[in-house]
């Protein structure tokens, strides 16, 4: 089980929950936002947030996630950020950023992934992992590079959303030319193979 968050103390400041509107103060609000979201996600190891900014999936598979504490409320001092400021925040994670994406850009509304590790640094580790297991070139499932046991899968790879696997599949390993997704005759992913 994993030790709660501890938020920045800028997590109970007041002002924080509502858009300032001076350029300069909204600037360094949106650098606090996007700064918390990112620990908080690295530190519950969560891959994917609703655009409410409630937790989807977590490699941490001993995590209840509707236990944890919420990113954009503070009982404490009473104060939670409104809908059109987390949009702002999560905006700004995306586009300014690129420390998120959406889920599926036709639906927004799936919610985002969260990158607290980059595609690139995802990959790097997926591909590290499948050379020095001596699998390159072996077509291996995706549960095989995520849940398999017995398979000495690192901890940093252990449990990563599918979802996520697959678009580091084909933005980062495709596109460099070392992997390959094999179809089965449903058209779902059978296998991949890393080269």
């Known amino acids: 089980m994993s030790t709660a968050f501890s938020f920045p103390k800028i997590h109970s400041f007041p002002p924080l929950y509502t858009k300032q509107p001076n350029a300069t103060i909204a600037q360094h609000q949106l650098e606090?936002?996007?700064?918390i979201v990112l620990e908080y996600c690295?530190?519950?190891?969560?891959?994917?947030?609703?655009?409410?900014g409630?937790?989807?999936?977590?490699?941490?598979?001993?995590?209840?996630?509707?236990?944890l504490p919420p990113i954009f409320d503070n009982?404490?001092?009473?104060?939670?950020?409104?809908e059109e400021f987390k949009t702002t925040i999560i905006n700004h994670l995306i586009h300014k950023l690129h420390k998120a994406d959406y889920i599926n850009p036709k639906n927004p509304s799936l919610g985002i992934f969260i990158y607290w590790r980059s595609l690139t640094e995802w990959s790097d580790l997926l591909y590290s992992y499948v050379d020095k297991s001596g699998q390159l070139g072996t077509i291996l499932t995706i549960y095989e590079l995520t849940k398999l046991e017995d398979a000495g899968i690192p901890d940093n790879l252990k449990y990563?959303?599918?979802e996520l696997l697959i678009k580091v599949l084909k933005e980062v390993l495709i596109k460099?030319?070392?992997?390959?997704i094999l179809m089965n005759e449903d058209?779902?992913?059978g296998g991949v193979k890393i080269v």
């Open 176 to 180: 460099k030319g070392k992997a390959q």
């Open 75 to 82: 009982k404490e001092i009473e104060r939670t950020v409104n």
């Open 32 to 35: 606090s936002w996007t700064q």
């Open 42 to 52: 690295a530190h519950y190891k969560i891959t994917s947030l609703s655009l409410a």
């Open 54 to 67: 409630v937790p989807r999936y977590s490699q941490d598979q001993s995590l209840d996630l509707d236990t």
């Open 187 to 189: 058209g779902e992913i």
């Open 160 to 162: 990563l959303d599918e």
